[in-house]
């Protein structure tokens, strides 16, 4: 029965907010508000800065030129000024802590040592920058138990399950599943603790290698633990944030902008693909499939009511369109060609050759009359993609005109309304028409949640502006 099952509340706090005394205290001060009535599972980044700090000292540590030895002191320094601005130096906890991080201090020593030695490694760089999110967890934890609350840690390599594509992992969620009802369930089901810490970012593969999980990895290490805990607590997710939620358009462009206060996973997925960065797609997929509500708050004011609930449910309201959304910075790359009408599997061939490459297709677009295809794909990746078409034996010049546009943006309306009231795609036409700005090419998704317009970069912020008033803005 769900009634039957205890309250879980997975909290989510990045390096924003970990970065001073301060910053632990709210923590502190959001904990007091929700330990009476629920347990919690805290999920930590690395303190502010300190994964680029191990990047570069992985980076370094591959050069004979560099003594890390130095960088490493840093890393050391950092930790403990914050060591001694949140400890008392008279409890237990602070000298834990201390010996904590001289321990693995000393592992990045020898690691560095260890790196100047052999090959760079994706594993190797994996285990590197995951030391980040491991000494902030404990940390963390022991900060806690030195205010009296009941707490206890555990580090993810023993509970996420990953593959093996080190720096960009995904989870195996069902072996991870099996993980944390045998390892972390125990731990926050014993009446010793009310909160247990977990590092973020990372994982394990299944020869126990440290994998990390890309952009957005914290985030994404919570909605792996809400599944897996899905079956035993009635859970829900809140994502601190230095953002208040979801925004209907990018105020670094819009002119006007406004909270979303209630989305869908679905619709959060579509802003999160379009450039919206407060959550991952990944992390939005995996919380839909457990099926568990979720919060963005803004951390500096964790009594505001202004926030972004996510929820499994399409909320249909009268707000047709939630957002005006948009990726400035694009390519497009046109294939034309009289022959691809009789020659078969032409885009089989062109997703296979692009995906290969690690290409990324952010939209596509195919005229009626098949003798061309259109698809964008990321500023950066538009000479790759140049040179593999143009020295293919299938799309080289001989039988296709390849034509690659750079200074193009993509501009999106989304929202479920898109898929119930017709006339969507009129209205883009029309607005942008009359005020002179040219679609170049026009993609919908398979979802239907979505209308993307191609249009010259120049004038993208123009365009978000024009659809705002004409879907949203009041």
């Known amino acids: 029965m769900e009634t039957s099952k205890n309250s879980l509340v997975i909290m989510k706090f990045g390096g924003s907010c970990l970065k001073n005394r301060n910053s632990f205290i709210q923590i502190t001060n959001i904990i007091k508000k929700y330990i009476k009535s629920t347990r919690l599972l805290i999920v930590v980044s690395a303190i502010q800065g300190m994964t680029n700090k191990l990047i570069e000292f992985y980076e370094k540590s591959c050069s004979e030129k560099y003594n890390c030895d130095l960088l490493v002191e840093e890393i050391y320094n950092t930790h403990i000024q914050l060591v001694d601005d949140i400890l008392d130096k008279n409890q237990d906890e602070y000298d834990e802590t201390v010996e904590f991080l001289q321990t693995n201090i000393e592992e990045l020593k020898q690691l560095g040592r260890l790196i100047k030695l052999i090959r760079p490694s994706a594993d190797i760089y994996d285990l590197v920058v995951s030391y980040g999110e491991k000494l902030s967890n404990f940390l963390l934890s022991k900060y806690l138990t030195s205010k009296g609350y009941k707490s206890n840690y555990i580090f993810s390599d023993k509970i996420i399950r990953t593959d093996d594509n080190f720096g960009r992992a995904l989870p195996l969620l069902e072996e991870t ?11 926050l089901n014993s009446d010793k603790n009310n909160i247990v810490c977990v590092s973020g970012y990372y994982g394990s593969t299944k020869d126990n290698k440290i994998s ?19 079956d035993v607590f009635m859970c829900k997710i809140i994502y601190w944030k230095d953002v208040k939620g ?44 457990s099926k568990i509500p979720s919060e963005v708050r803004f951390f500096n004011e964790p009594e505001s009511e202004d926030f972004t609930t996510i929820t499994e449910e399409i909320v249909q309201d009268e707000d047709i369109i939630k957002a005006i959304t948009s990726i400035e910075k694009l390519s497009m790359v046109t294939l034309e060609s009289d022959t691809m009408v009789p020659l078969s599997g032409t885009a ?15 939209f596509i677009s195919q005229s009626s009359s098949e003798n061309n295809i259109t698809f964008g794909i990321e500023y950066e990746d538009s000479m790759k993609v140049s040179i593999l078409l143009r020295n293919s034996d299938f799309f080289g010049e001989k039988w296709f005109k390849i034509k690659i546009d750079h200074e193009i943006s993509l501009v999106a309306v989304i929202g479920a309304g898109i898929l119930h009231k017709p006339g969507i795609a009129g209205k883009v036409f029309t607005s942008l028409g009359e005020n002179q700005i040219n679609i170049k090419a026009i993609a919908q998704g398979s979802s239907e949640l979505n209308f993307t317009a191609i249009i010259d970069r120049e004038n993208c912020k123009k365009a978000i502006n024009v659809l705002y008033d004409a879907f949203i803005g009041k």
Not at 177 to 185: D, F
Not at 254 to 269: C, D, G, Q, V
């Open 177 to 187: 599943e099996v993980l944390i009802k045998q390892k972390l369930y125990p731990i």
């Open 212 to 230: 990390t999980l890309g952009r957005g990895g914290s985030d994404l290490s919570a909605a792996i633990l809400a599944y897996g805990l899905r």
């Open 246 to 289: 979801f925004l209907n358009a990018d105020p670094r462009v819009a002119k006007k902008t406004s909270l979303i206060r209630n989305i869908s996973y679905k619709e959060a997925k579509e802003l999160a693909f379009f450039g919206t960065k407060v959550l991952h797609p990944l992390c939005l997929d995996v919380n839909e499939k």
């Open 348 to 362: 089989s061939k062109l997703f296979s050759l692009l995906g290969d490459n690690n290409i990324n297709i952010v």
